[in-house]
């Protein structure tokens, strides 16, 4: 139990008034920037930074951590009162946290999204604590074939989201694959579908669409049907937050399931965002109650919250003792770290071990804390939605085209999201799902660049995702069982008709 | 065709409309993939295999829909969108195109100024001082937030030029 | 007390001088473009330079750090120059700015932006697995003669692959090139010892260096590094031999962290930019920053840093066209 007494002294280095000040700012701060939609945890990390240079390495990376924490769960927020997700790992959570919230249960919603991201969390730190002695040697093993086979993983779990057509559904995800693989293409450096436009070699932000297609597409369907905006009532009740945890037991195999997805993602590591869509798609797979998905089904806030931020926690140990950042925004930390003059990797653990379990205590002080802020500030974003339709209408659509702007600073961004509000409008309308297209561009370039990546060592030859390692054969195993998961369930099904 | 009344677009029509533009999106997708090789090379695939598959797979699937469409929407008489609520779109939707097109160049800070003021005082029937008071509160909001806090920058336009703030 | 005003006097009319001497000085805020993400190499430079500023007020105007890493770093250089001789808009990279629009279609052409100095030179090294047989960069390119290596490195067509390019080249030895998204995958990957070596950068590989996981063969410099402090038990950066004494004939091979102005800016603001950047490579936070990347200090602008862009470029070119590379 070396890991232990690491541990408590870390809690020793943490307690003081000036790094629970600095934890609570950071919280904030990091809240602030999560309901902003367009400022990512990622953007305001490194605004931050320049803050940080002239602090002790310790007292930044709670800062920092703390914003990261404060950004998920801001980002939850938005994703369930306003359908607008800010940040993209919280876009699985729109799917029922919204609905959830039009049908007057915003509170349910918000304390089950906060409480079980919170305890994703924890268990997250929990892994870390654990496993940071041989996670190294694991995470090692991961080479290109089997971050492809995760990511095939991820979209096997996705596949079958209920749809009226399946071609419909089809048509919405490879059209995502399309935008994805707009820009410049990583492994041969070509520009791809550009058409000549300079401002397409960035490629298409699957923000801007996100923007698009849920928050702008969704206004124009508020306003088709009138004026008349669900005033979503997330007054926080004190009895209203009790009853919803009260439910939470109910809910133990979706937490224990989506825990662990996000610590193995987080690891891994395939992110935050894959592991939320992925843990959303397997809890409506195991679920009884399937058909309640995307109509305010609390499993389906439970599951991704939970994946989310247990992988966000997990991706932190990764950075710190192999350098690879499992999330753009532990990316983002990593250059901080270098700046405060530290070197990522296995020897930070043996030359600043006051530093790494310094940050690993702050880990469980700031998220205890970051649960309790935010549902403290719940009331203060939800009185927005007080103020009268025609003054919160235009306010959300100037709100929506600025967040697309802050993505990267392009013009062409407004007009993109204006075109992706319309279609957006229409695919829904006409039962179009528009979860598969999202998920397509958020890994659609990832996914292929891992596959060519894996070809190049294997000369073009697919066994590689066989016989590279009993890891990604593994993997890939676990993925065909998902794909071909109806059809086995039938299977099973019909074998035990036969039996009885 | 006979339409009911009222109605400006039917559900099929819209069905079909929708299915073309997605095929034509797809074939876009194959014609720009077609730049770089679309085979499989020496080492996998060339820069334009994949674009050009997923190309040819929205236009299959495209094709199904349409054809879904004429088999179970075609004599439904199903409608999508009636005259008023077109009219309803068209006054939201028509003063967010202006807004984006106007922040091209004036920026995003006096154009949003001039759409919350617009919609506010001929949609909102607020009083003009009312509606510029939130204007002026939304923009140095969004000043001192983007510009100042977080230190990025917004689109500007002539009138920050002129300021000397950008 | 009175001293302490007396320095401070001094020091405000030296100030004045310099001000009414210098023919341009920024009136509004100054945007630094930085041509990579939030966490890059060069991010990192640009984000110092604008904390040396900061910290011993070498400007009065703000600045304002953007960030456009699309598309390798071109977005950046494609929003740099896209306003015209705009004097409030400095760019930040590395030579990417001359040879990218040698590969591909960039919206830009390299002559939109003119160099305003270099301010360092990051050194290029042949890393090898810690566990690989070979000892010396001589044992690996034989090995390499005998069967195909695979190397992995930052990004497609860019300096890394150039390297790689130019090493087979000059040795006949051959080699897999294997692109990732950043040298500090291409790091990791050599770790798990997924492929046989990398040429990173100095800071890329250092983690895995400390800790055992991997090895440095030999760096691509005329000589060798400075000294420094011990990195692992027994090798510091001045123990690795260059590669043309280990027997790889390419003595220089280096990336300038490199600083821009539109094409037509006028050459007060320039000499303005020079000037203040000048300033901040004497700085002491600059020598640390240099130390902890572990790059070469090198400080060229005017007519130098042309004719070392104009090298730079046809060297790359020689490479580009053998590999077909170029755009047409």
Request: hydrophobic share 50%; net charge neutral.
């Amino acid at each position: 139990m070396d890991n232990f007494g690491n541990l408590m002294a870390g809690f020793g280095i943490v307690f003081s008034a000036y790094h629970l000040a600095l934890m609570a700012a950071g919280v904030l701060l990091g809240i602030l920037v999560g309901v902003l939609p367009g400022l990512g945890a990622p953007n305001g990390v490194s605004l931050l930074i320049p803050l940080t240079f002239t602090m002790d390495p310790v007292s930044a990376i709670i800062l920092l951590t703390s914003m990261y924490w404060g950004a998920l769960f801001g980002g939850s927020t938005t994703s369930i009162l306003f359908n607008i997700p800010g940040e993209p790992s919280s876009v699985a959570t729109t799917f029922d946290g919204y609905p959830m919230a039009q049908q007057g249960h915003a509170t349910h919603a918000l304390t089950l999204a906060f409480v079980s991201a919170g305890i994703g969390a924890l268990v997250g730190v929990a892994v870390i604590t654990m496993l940071s002695g041989w996670v190294t040697q694991f995470a090692l093993k991961f080479s290109s074939p089997e971050y492809f086979a995760v990511y095939l993983l991820t979209f096997c779990s996705f596949i079958g989201m209920g749809s009226a057509s399946p071609f419909k559904a089809i048509v919405s995800m490879m059209l995502g694959f399309g935008f994805a693989t707009v820009g410049m293409d990583g492994i041969s450096g070509n520009t791809r579908l550009t058409f000549g436009f300079p401002e397409l070699i960035k490629g298409i932000s699957f923000l801007v669409a996100v923007i698009g297609l849920f928050g702008l597409g969704e206004l124009i369907q508020t306003m088709e049907e009138g004026l008349r905006f669900e005033g979503i009532h997330a007054r926080i009740r004190m009895r209203d937050v009790f009853r919803a945890i009260a439910t939470l037991p109910s809910h133990i195999v979706t937490l224990v399931r989506s825990a662990l997805i996000g610590c193995w993602m987080g690891i891994t590591p395939g992110g935050p965002t894959a592991a939320s869509f992925m843990s959303y798609g397997l809890a409506k797979r195991f679920s009884r109650r399937k058909d309640g998905f995307g109509k305010g089904e609390p499993a389906g806030v439970v599951a991704p919250e939970t994946a989310d931020h247990s992988a966000g926690t997990c991706a932190i140990l990764p950075m710190l003792a192999l350098g690879v950042p499992g999330s753009a925004t532990a990316a983002v930390m990593m250059g901080g770290l270098m700046i405060w003059g530290l070197t990522p990797g296995p020897m930070l653990f043996i030359e600043r071990p006051d530093f790494v379990w310094g940050t690993i205590a702050s880990m469980y002080l700031g998220n205890v804390m970051a649960v309790v802020l935010v549902l403290a500030t719940v009331p203060l974003f939800a009185a927005i939605l007080r103020v009268p339709f025609s003054i919160i209408g235009p306010m959300i659509v100037v709100v929506c085209f600025i967040g697309a702007y802050q993505i990267s600073g392009a013009r062409l961004d407004l007009w993109l999201a204006l075109v992706f509000g319309v279609f957006g409008y229409l695919l829904k309308k006409l039962d179009y799902p528009i979860a598969p297209m999202v998920l397509a561009m958020v890994l659609g370039d990832k996914t292929e660049d891992a596959f060519r990546q894996s070809m190049i060592f294997s000369k073009g030859s697919l066994s590689i995702f066989w016989t590279n390692s009993t890891l990604v054969a593994g993997i890939m195993v676990v993925a065909m069982v998902l794909l071909f998961w109806p059809l086995i369930s039938k299977l099973i099904q019909r074998a035990r008709g036969q039996a009885a | 065709m006979q339409n009911p009344s009222g109605t400006l677009l039917s559900r099929f029509s819209m069905e079909v409309g929708v299915a073309c533009f997605t095929g034509l999106l797809g074939a876009i997708v194959c014609y720009g993939s077609t730049e770089f090789g679309t085979g499989w090379g020496d080492a996998g695939p060339e820069p334009g295999y994949f674009p050009f598959y997923i190309g040819l797979f929205i236009m299959l699937a495209s094709a199904g829909v349409l054809v879904q469409a004429f088999l179970t929407h075609r004599d439904r008489q199903e409608v999508f969108l009636t005259r008023e609520q077109g009219h309803r779109i068209l006054l939201f939707f028509l003063p967010m195109f202006a807004f984006v097109a106007a922040s091209m160049v004036l920026g995003l800070y006096v154009s949003l100024a001039l759409y919350l003021f617009g919609v506010m005082t001929i949609q909102g029937k607020y009083s003009a001082p009312k509606a510029l008071s939130v204007c002026l509160g939304t923009i140095v909001v969004f000043y001192f937030v983007f510009e100042k806090w977080f230190q990025v920058p917004l689109l500007k336009g002539p009138l920050e030029a002129w300021l000397k703030i950008y | 007390m009175s001293r302490i005003k007396l320095t401070a006097t001094l020091l405000a009319s030296a100030l004045y001088a310099t001000a009414a001497s210098a023919a341009w000085v920024p009136e509004k805020p100054v945007e630094f473009v930085v041509a990579s993400g939030a966490g890059g190499g060069t991010d990192t430079f640009a984000r110092t330079i604008q904390s040396i500023i900061l910290k011993y007020k070498l400007m009065d105007a703000p600045i304002v750090v953007v960030n456009k890493g699309g598309g390798s770093g071109s977005e950046g250089f494609v929003y740099g120059s896209g306003n015209g001789a705009d004097p409030y808009k400095v760019t930040f990279g590395t030579n990417n700015e001359y040879l990218l629009p040698l590969v591909a279609k960039m919206g830009y052409t390299a002559d939109a932006l003119v160099p305003v100095a270099a301010l360092a030179l990051d050194d290029f090294l042949i890393w090898v697995n810690a566990q690989a047989p070979y000892k010396d960069a001589k044992s690996f390119i034989e090995a390499g003669k005998k069967a195909e290596l695979k190397m992995g490195g930052s990004q497609s067509k860019d300096t890394d692959q150039t390297l790689v390019s130019m090493i087979g080249a000059a040795t006949g030895a051959k080699f897999t090139y294997i692109p990732f998204k950043s040298g500090g995958e291409a790091a990791v990957q050599l770790a798990g010892a997924h492929i046989d070596a990398n040429v990173n950068n100095p800071s890329e590989n250092i983690g895995q260096w400390k800790a055992g996981m991997v090895r440095p063969l030999c760096v691509f410099s005329p000589e060798r590094m400075a000294q420094g402090p011990k990195v692992t038990k027994d090798m510091s950066w001045g123990d690795i031999p260059t590669c043309k004494e280990s027997g790889v004939p390419i003595s220089t091979y280096q990336m300038p962290r490199t600083v821009w102005l539109p094409t037509g800016v006028s050459n007060d603001a320039v000499a303005f930019y020079t000037d203040i950047l000048k300033k901040v490579s004497e700085k002491p936070e600059w020598k640390a920053y240099i130390e902890k990347t572990s790059q070469t200090d090198r400080f060229m602008t005017g007519d130098a840093l042309k004719s070392y862009i104009k090298q730079d470029a046809e060297r790359a070119t020689d490479v580009f066209k053998r590999e077909k590379w170029m755009v047409q």
